[in-house]
Each structure stands twice: as C-alpha cells, then as structure tokens.
C-alpha cells in the first residue's frame, strides 16, 4: 500500500463530505491505498461464491480483495443459524444441488451423504421427493465442512483483507474507493483503501429486525433477558424454562418459528421441562393459499413450502416472468410467490400434534396493540379477528418475525445511498439491473454490483439462498467477461475445472 504525506490516516472532514474522491484527497488524509482490480465487500456466502466462480473462470487471486469482518465465508450464517435453533446437526432450508462450494452443483449433497455413510437413503429420498418423502435438505455442518475445503482450493485466506468496509465512493479517474477499517493493530494506520475498477456488495441483512411494539417495550423497560429476538443469542430463555418451566410466547410462523417451536418441544419430551408454548399468528391460514400458479398448502395457521419460493422461481416460467415485469408489478409478484411460510416436515407436523394434543402447545390469532409488564409476566394485548381486545401472559417472548431492516441502518449502505448514486427498488431495496448493477453507481470504465437480501425486488425472486447467490455470480462474472476481466467460460474449460474441482486441485 501506498499513502501520502498525511498523518492521520483517517477520514476528513473533506473525505466526508465529497462524492467522487481523488487521490489527491486521500493522501492529504494519509490514509494508505492499494489498487486491486475486484473488490468485494462483506466476505460472506455472497462474496465467497463470486470469488470462486471467478477463480474457476481463471481470474489469479491477486485480482481479487474480500473485504471481511470474519476469515471464514460461512462465520456470520453459522452464527445466525445456531442461535435460531439450527446447529451444525440439523438440517436447513436448503436442496440438495444448491452447493456454494461447487458451481455445478454436482455430486450433490444428498450423494454425498449417501457416499459419506454407505446408504441410499438420501438417494431414495432425492428420487421420490416430495410425494413419498421430504424434499431433502444438507445438514447445515455438510455445508460449511464442504465450503471449508473450497475455499482452502481457491485461496481463500489469501484474498480477505480483514476489516470492515465503511463506505464506497467513485474516484474521480474511474472506478471505486472501498474505505477499510482494518483490525486494531493491523495497520498503522485507523483506515485503509481500495482503489478497484469493480467492487461488489454482498453484506447480508442491514440488521436484526425487531417489531417496534417489542423495541418499545425493551427501550422502556431494559428487559433484554425475557424478550429476546430468534437472530440474537438467548440460549439463556432455554436453560432457564428448563430448569423452572415457565409461558413463552413465539411471534413469527416461517422457518425460523418453527425451529423455536421445534427447540421448545423438545425440552418438553426429551427432559420433561413444564413449558407451556403460545404461539401468535397474525393470519390464519387453512386449507390452500396462494395464487392459482403456485397454491400453497395450509393447515393449523402455517402456510407450508419446500423453499422460500416455489422451484420455478429459480429457474423456470416463474422466473421467466419476473425478468419481464418492471417496479411496482414486479414486487408484487415477488411478494405474491413468497409470503411467510414453512416447509412441511412430518416431524414437525406429529410433534405439534402431540403438543396440541397434551395442551403444551396452544395458537392465538391477532394483531398485536401493546406489550407492557403484566401481574405475573408480559402482557402482551392483542386486538382478535372479531374485534375484540385479548391480554396474553407470558414469562418470555421470543419474537421469531424475520431479519428485514431498513438499508439506512447498515453505515455502509446509508452511504451509499447518500454519496454513489444508489437509487431503492419498490421493495425498498437496492435498484439492481439484471446483471446486478447497482443502478445510478456506474463509474466508467467501473462497476458496482450486488447480491444477496439487499438487491430483493430485483429480476430474482430467491437472492437470499445459495443457489439464488450463485445465479447472481453467474449473472455478475458473465459481465464481467463481457468487460475483459475473466476469461470466457465455456464448455470445455468447464469439463476441466470441474476434474480439477473433484481432485481438489487449485483452478
């Protein structure tokens, strides 16, 4: 890296304030710069399966910089996962072919699981999904024990600058400046940049969402123990219900529900905790759901789905039809093909009855008014169907609503909306165009491109799941070609990088 005269090496006053940077202003900051081609910010699933898709198309990976809070690519989405109540062990939401450490998607998990423990059960499974089993789905430690041993293939250690990205401006000769704060004691410096011709956004979710009845409650009162969101660690409401039982009541009926429900009943049955479950839905749903094109099967309130969108979305008329539709119409659609559901798992489905059957577990339908401190718990007050006003004790509240947060609440991309052009989609997401060009950011001869949770409203539906985060770097190092940075893929250089991927040899 290089740096100017400069001493501080932080931002200024004038750094903060102006759009398009030069070099000439960040050496006046003395802030250290490097010139890499490709950058990526955030260093999760999303940058991880760019950046090996570019170092199978043939890019060196001195070419490439991951920008990254964390060393490993799957650190965040493991972290996030265990607290939801998904460890290692358990299975995610995920098909068999959607491989973020294997572009084509071949041999599978589900082969090889049936390979690792010399069974065809998965096999079986796979062949006779959905009507005679579940669809299958990898266990989430397959996922991140596989994604290991790529990124050790394509150097992945060597690509991460770790630290994280604070903001990403034009530079005023073309191209992009991704502003670092590295660790402490890494550089001499508090900040550090990237000057690049591309740069990518892959940050995840801007923050956990919390609905504002449940943030009121804990601002007001500081109680952070006994209301506690699914994203953030509360191993503590478990011990705690099993060691002296108690009332909890679960807010949300998509995937991440139904692991807390699963959690909680399984202190129930397995160590006999005096737990009693209230379960708040804010629609009933029974019977079908859904439009004619992709009706979703309903019972017992929970809309039930393999996946978080139906198959075509991923590649068929579905998706097709999507790529066709522009603003509001396309959000609608993508609204319309999702929803909150949850895959119907028999498991699940018979220990719920056994609940219901026993009185452990019981539903409620309505929308929440209030949550304030009861007689003997949090009273959460709750305006029924009927009209009617209903108050609901519990000793704890698990709120189970999603991950979506404002883009403003990520410095990042409040940045960005405020200095790169970046303009919101309908969704209230990043306007992307169907490369995944952030639209209004173009710096020429540069870039700027990103994929995941934040580009949603965009020509793909499923952005936020490993196969949809493969789509977008297909999408992506496919211009990428067309710009002269990687080499054309076709083919033949396919059959080649894959026998090198099966050996385990470096692209």
């Known amino acids: 890296m290089t740096s100017g005269p400069g001493s501080s090496g932080d931002l200024t006053e004038r750094l903060r304030t102006t759009s398009t940077w030069t070099d000439e202003m960040l050496a006046e900051a003395g802030i250290p710069v490097a010139h890499v081609p490709f950058v990526s910010v955030g260093g999760g699933f ?10 199978i198309y043939g890019v060196p990976p001195e070419q490439i910089k991951v920008v990254s ?4 690519a799957w650190d965040t ?12 062990h358990e299975r995610i939401r995920s098909d068999s072919a959607s491989c973020p450490d294997n572009l084509w998607g071949y041999p599978s998990y589900a082969f090889t699981e049936a390979w690792q423990k010399k069974s065809l059960r998965r096999i079986w499974q796979v062949a006779t999904e959905p009507i005679l089993d579940d669809y299958f789905t990898p266990q989430a430690g397959q996922v991140y024990a596989a994604t290991a041993k790529e990124a050790e293939r394509i150097g992945w250690a060597g690509m991460v600058q770790p630290g994280r990205a604070r903001m990403v401006r034009r530079h005023a000769a073309g191209g992009y400046v991704v502003l670092v704060t590295p660790p402490a004691g890494w550089a001499q410096t508090r900040r550090v940049a990237y000057r690049c011709r591309w740069a990518h956004i892959a940050v995840g979710y801007p923050g956990v969402n919390f609905t504002p009845d449940l943030q009121d409650y804990r601002q007001r009162t500081g109680d952070f123990t006994h209301v506690v969101n699914a994203y953030e660690p509360h191993e503590h409401v478990y011990e705690q219900l099993r060691g002296r039982g108690g009332r909890v009541l679960v807010r949300g009926s998509g995937i991440v529900g139904s692991r807390i429900l699963q959690r909680l009943l ?3 049955e397995r160590h ?6 209230l379960h708040l839905f804010r629609t009933w749903r029974d019977g079908t759901a859904g439009p004619l094109t992709f009706r979703r099967e309903a019972k017992n309130g929970f809309q039930y789905q393999a996946f978080n969108y139906a198959k075509a979305a991923w590649g068929g008329q579905l998706k097709e039809k999507l790529e066709r539709l522009t ?3 396309r959000a609608d659609f993508i609204k319309a093909m999702g929803g909150t559901n949850t895959p119907h798992r028999k498991a699940w489905d018979t220990q719920l009855d056994r609940a ?3 009185g452990v577990y019981r539903a409620a339908v309505g929308t929440v008014q209030s949550v304030d401190r009861g007689q003997t718990g949090i009273q959460t007050t709750l305006r029924t169907p ?6 609901l004790e519990a000793d704890y509240i698990i709120d189970a609503t999603g991950l979506v947060a404002d883009l403003k609440q990520s410095q990042l991309l409040a940045d960005l909306l405020e200095h790169t052009g970046a303009g919101r989609n309908p969704m209230r997401r990043l306007d992307v165009s169907n490369h995944f060009e952030i639209t209004g950011t173009r710096s020429e001869p540069g870039r700027l491109y990103a994929s995941g949770s934040i580009t949603l409203g965009g020509p793909f539906a499923p952005v936020d799941s490993f196969l949809g985060l493969q789509y977008v770097a297909q999408q992506i190092s496919d211009d990428l070609v067309r710009q002269g940075f990687a080499p054309k893929f076709g083919p033949g250089r396919s059959v080649a990088q894959w026998w090198r991927w099966v050996k385990g040899v470096a692209p």
């Open 266 to 268: 399984d202190e129930v």
């Open 77 to 88: 989405y493991r972290h996030l996962a265990t607290v939801s109540q998904i460890p290692d």
């Open 356 to 358: 219901r059957a026993s």
């Open 386 to 391: 009927d009209g009617t006003t209903t108050p």
């Open 272 to 277: 006999g905790a005096r737990i009693q479950v």
């Open 46 to 55: 999303g940058s991880f399966v760019l950046a090996d898709r570019l170092r």
């Open 69 to 72: 809070p964390r060393p490993n």
């Open 327 to 329: 603003g509001q119409e």
